[in-house]
């Protein structure tokens, strides 16, 4: 009897069921490695469960530093951006801020919506180029561990103020779309007064405001197509407005609104607003600091135009505040430059040591203008920072200038884990005295030339009394002080 080859259907159960799961699995392997780096997994990035006054990100502590050219470099070529980001990269930085702003005033912007043959835009429909960009710098800062802070709305977007001319090219005019007129969104043709007065209908629209019906879906359909890409991620925060001044219940309706289509699916994402009162202690920063139930952490970049000891106390008073409830502290957006109103360089490098000794979990040097953006001087103190960490974790001390003595208002600033480890920050030289009397042996202090980006000398010091301390030299010194054998 010739005996036939048995047929597919005559394989043993189990071993049918061995080679499904085997091709589902290699399925499975071949997904992963096409997929972006930074694919929304459990553990992203989060306040850390340790200290929640800064971030982690998979579950290890992780301290933001950065510094960025442009506030939206999404709008960025290809080449550019890999440019900017690599040489971020290479400075030890790990943030950048991204706003979602398209003014065309750069030369190089374009615009979400599609334009029809006749000029107009049709609301409705998408520019693919414009999100071809957005995917693209979520991609790229993926790749390289580059955290993002995106800021949903930007005011100076929906505004003629200074001369400029951004509302009227804007997509949102009734006179640019076909989707609304002025009679139908209540939007006026000119919005003269600058953003800060609060004035422009377009941030009015939500339900609890003026329930603009014509308007607010196309802003909730601009809102839910940016989560459609950004949520895939686990490398992004989000903070509703730039600088606003507007109601309280504007940021409230968005903050709930990008939580709610991440909570659909099943994804712990954080949010932030940002206020523009330069006063930390005015009634305007409580919306944000009174409600974590709606925004997760706080973002007081408005602080970076004060100067000085007073710089340093507004963030000491919001950090005794949130004492019972801490979350991350970002700075997305510090002020300084030779450029700016008033401002100089140092008041910029100033600004990012007073606030990375307070305890900021997030400190980002702003554009070129009103900032120092990616510059030789930024870098420095980005690297200067990283040398830093590398002898004493920034998340294992407190601010403690009371352990100072012989000090002037702004000569010098400390933080401390007592007993164990301490870094102190002269803006420009000085001595003061330290109190070390939980110490119990011989004290290493490295020094870093801020300046530079560079170590300084090192030395011993004894534990004894309240030794002075002073850096090598005049300009911007920190130093890392640690126990010997801590």
Request: charged share 25%.
């Amino acid at each position: 009897m010739i005996q036939t080859p048995a047929k597919k259907t005559d394989v043993h159960p189990m071993r049918r069921l061995m080679n499904y799961v085997l091709s589902i699995s290699c399925i499975f392997i071949m997904a992963l490695v096409d997929a972006p780096i930074a694919i929304s997994a459990p553990n992203g990035l989060e306040p850390w469960g340790k200290n929640p006054w800064y971030w982690s990100y998979r579950g290890d502590p992780v301290l933001l530093l950065g510094a960025s050219d442009d506030d939206n470099l999404f709008q960025w070529s290809e080449k550019e951006l890999a440019a900017q980001l690599d040489r971020l990269t290479a400075a030890g930085g790990n943030v950048i801020r991204n706003t979602v702003s398209d003014r065309k005033d750069k030369g190089f912007e374009v615009f979400p919506f599609r334009q029809l043959e006749n000029g107009k835009y049709d609301l409705n429909a998408w520019n693919e180029e414009y999100w071809a960009r957005f995917e693209r710098l979520l991609k790229e800062t993926a790749k390289r561990r580059i955290f993002i802070q995106i800021e949903v709305w930007d005011r100076f977007d929906y505004t003629d103020s200074k001369g400029c001319n951004h509302w009227q090219i804007h997509p949102y005019n009734p006179k640019n779309n076909v989707n609304y007129s002025y009679d139908q969104s209540g939007f006026a043709e000119h919005y003269p007064d600058h953003p800060g007065a609060n004035k422009q209908p377009f941030f009015f629209t939500t339900p609890n405001q003026k329930n603009n019906i014509a308007v607010l879906p196309f802003q909730k359909k601009f809102v839910e197509k940016l989560l459609e890409s950004s949520l895939r991620y686990d490398h992004v925060l989000y903070c509703i407005d730039n600088e606003t001044r507007g109601e309280e219940e504007w940021g409230k309706y968005w903050a709930r609104f990008i939580r709610d289509k991440a909570s659909n699916l099943k994804k712990k994402i954080y949010v932030t607003e940002m206020w523009d009162d330069w006063d930390l202690t005015s009634d305007m920063h409580k919306r944000t600091f009174d409600h974590p139930d709606i925004y997760d952490f706080v973002d007081v970049s408005q602080n970076n135009h004060n100067k000085g000891q007073g710089h340093w106390d507004n963030f000491i008073h919001v950090r005794k505040y949130l004492e019972k409830s801490p979350r991350p502290m970002n700075t997305t957006k510090i002020y300084g430059a030779d450029s700016y109103k008033g401002n100089t360089d140092q008041d910029g490098i100033d600004r990012f040591w007073r606030h990375l000794l307070a305890g900021a979990a997030s400190l980002r040097f702003h554009r070129p203008g009103a900032g120092l953006g990616l510059n030789d001087k930024a870098v420095a103190c980005i690297r200067a920072a990283r040398k830093l960490e590398s002898k004493i974790p920034l998340w294992n001390l407190k601010p403690a200038n009371d352990l100072l003595s012989d000090r002037e208002p702004d000569e010098a600033y400390l933080a401390a884990n007592p007993g164990k480890a301490y870094t102190l920050y002269f803006p420009d030289g000085g001595n003061v005295r330290v109190d070390f009397s939980g110490a119990k042996r011989e004290l290493n202090v490295y020094w870093i030339d801020v300046s530079k980006g560079e170590w300084g000398k090192s030395q011993s010091i004894p534990v004894e009394g309240k030794p002075t301390i002073s850096p090598p030299g005049e300009g911007p010194w920190a130093a890392a002080i640690i126990i010997n054998g801590f």
